[in-house]
């Protein structure tokens, strides 16, 4: 199994930025993807950023040029830089691991957007 833990989450003014910081440990297998879905009330879980260990990235529209996300293999830890922050970026975010253990889930880390 994989334990995703999560960090950074909080309450930040619109303009304003947070970083998230998820650390996986467990069953940990070198080629793996990583990143972060999130979920906002009423809304589906939708996809934000993806980053696979040979460091191939993908985002969701809605947060390309304000969103990075990065990893660091050695603490199989991956980050999300969320810059330019919108109160539509108002959710539950999610990390996610996915390899050939299987597909992992973090418990959420909240991030609301105030305007």
């Known amino acids: 199994q994989v334990q995703l833990v999560e960090s950074g989450g909080g309450l930040v003014q619109a303009g304003g930025a947070l970083r998230l910081s998820c650390a996986a440990s467990?069953?940990?297998?070198?080629?793996?993807?990583m990143g972060w879905d999130r979920q906002a009330p009423g809304n589906q879980r939708e996809l934000v950023a993806r980053i696979a260990s040979g460091g191939s990235t993908n985002y969701a529209d809605s947060v390309k040029g304000r969103f990075t996300i990065s990893r660091d293999n050695a603490k199989n830890t991956v980050y999300l830089q969320m810059n330019s922050l919108k109160p539509e970026d108002t959710a539950v975010y999610y990390c996610n691991h996915r390899s050939l253990a299987g597909d992992y889930w973090g418990k959420g880390t909240p991030v609301t957007v105030s305007s």
């Open positions: 467990g069953r940990i297998f070198s080629a793996n993807v």
